[in-house]
């Protein structure tokens, strides 16, 4: 979705910090990116002036680590040789266990001999995941999508041997941890951050705001200009994540209008509060868009995708593209909106309820 860029505002206009170093968004904090191998190219990236209330030590709290690759790795050496005033890196915040937030997180976490601190359902996930795979690929997965309609023989096969997806991208995970959640407050260097817990996107994904700074790391709740992925995945098949999502974005009004988003993709931009409602309804309007569309006939979730999604899709986006349609299923039919049948092929389609 792209947003009516009137209601946004990007301070640094169209400026990015070049690979391996950083642009200074507020004191004490710091933007950059690293590249990303997919349709979405890259990840921001954030370092804040930390220091040790036990030692007194002055260094800097990385939040987020991009995936585990040596191009990223490299990006990396460039930022600590330029960018950290010689000084360490104390800690490493993720705030989701999605592979590009938290795929170097163990590198980084032993290159400096610091704690990771995560939500503790994040931390357990990724631990999960990376030993095996969720979701995104494998033969549980393969099945799932074929349930919901993903007819492809070719890229049905492709889910299936994408088993190791996610170990790929996170080898492996922090064996400790200092876990985050709702309601914290963080002292990161001379500011206080109170963490913000959202659901739906991850399982338990944390915000991070500075009221001090009036500045908000919103990891992946709130982008400027795509909407934030919301999938249902084979391990949870009846799973009904897009409410909790559009009620942890809802809950974020209640910070200042003027506050400075700092996102994981996309550029820094204020207009939270336009941005929330933006969100909010682009998902009204899919939930409309399918209603309609079983009005008309017994959908799948496959079948849904040239409604929801008017763009061509490559396998990597399907997979999402997939889990999304599912969400908005799951929400229509666990509210009452629509019926689920299974039918004699295996394949689960949906009809508008007879309350309609």
């Known amino acids: 979705m792209k947003p009516d860029e009137s209601q946004l505002h990007y301070p640094l206009a169209d400026q990015l910090p070049p690979l391996g170093s950083t642009l200074e968004l507020a004191p004490g ?21 930390d220091r040790d209330p036990e030692s ?25 040789e330029r960018e950290l ?26 290159r400096w001999g610091a704690r990771l601190w995560i939500s503790a359902t994040d ?8 030993q095996s795979t969720t979701g995104f690929g494998g033969e549980s997965a393969a099945a799932f999508m074929a349930s919901h309609g993903l007819a492809d023989p070719e890229a049905v096969e492709k889910v299936r041997r994408r088993s190791n997806y996610y170990a790929n991208m996170v080898p492996q995970v922090p064996a400790r941890f200092r ?3 709702e309601g914290d407050v963080l002292r990161i260097g001379a500011h206080d951050w109170t963490c913000h817990a959202g659901h ?33 995945i084979d391990l949870e098949p009846e799973g009904n994540p897009l409410p909790l999502y559009l009620a942890s ?12 988003v700092l996102p994981s993709h996309g550029k820094p931009f204020r207009g939270l509060h336009a941005r929330i409602e933006q969100l909010i309804a682009h998902h009204d309007e899919r939930f409309d868009a399918v209603l309609e569309a079983c009005a008309r006939e017994p959908q799948t979730a496959a079948s849904l995708l040239p409604v929801l999604f008017h763009r061509a899709l490559d396998l990597h986006q399907t997979t999402f593209a997939m889990g999304e349609s599912i969400a908005h299923l799951n929400a ?3 509210r009452g909106q629509l019926k689920r049948e299974l039918g004699a092929d295996g394949v689960y389609r949906f009809t508008l309820a007879q309350t309609q």
Do not use: K, Y
């Not at 590249?35 to 002036?49: E, G, M, S, T, V």
């Not at 007194?56 to 600590?80: H, P, Y």
């Not at 994904?205 to 990891?219: F, K, N, P």
């Open 29 to 49: 904090v710091r933007w950059l990116r690293m590249p990303l191998p997919f349709a979405l190219d890259h990840i921001n990236l954030w370092l804040l002036r």
């Open 56 to 80: 007194g030590r002055e260094g800097w709290a990385i939040v987020d680590c991009g995936i585990t690759n040596d191009a990223t790795r490299a990006a990396w050496e460039q930022v600590f």
């Open 85 to 110: 005033q010689g000084l360490p890196v104390l800690r490493v915040i993720v705030t989701h266990m999605h592979p590009d937030h938290i795929g170097l997180a163990h590198w980084l976490t032993e």
């Open 123 to 130: 931390f357990n996930a990724a631990r999960l995941a990376s």
């Open 179 to 181: 876990r985050l959640m």
């Open 200 to 232: 739906g996107h991850a399982p338990e994904h944390i915000s991070l705001h500075c009221r001090a700074l009036r500045v908000l790391i919103s990891g992946d709740m709130v982008l400027p200009r795509i909407s934030t992925n919301v999938s249902v």
């Open 249 to 260: 974005i809802a809950r974020m009004r209640e910070l200042p209008a003027d506050t400075l």
């Open 332 to 334: 229509l039919w666990q």
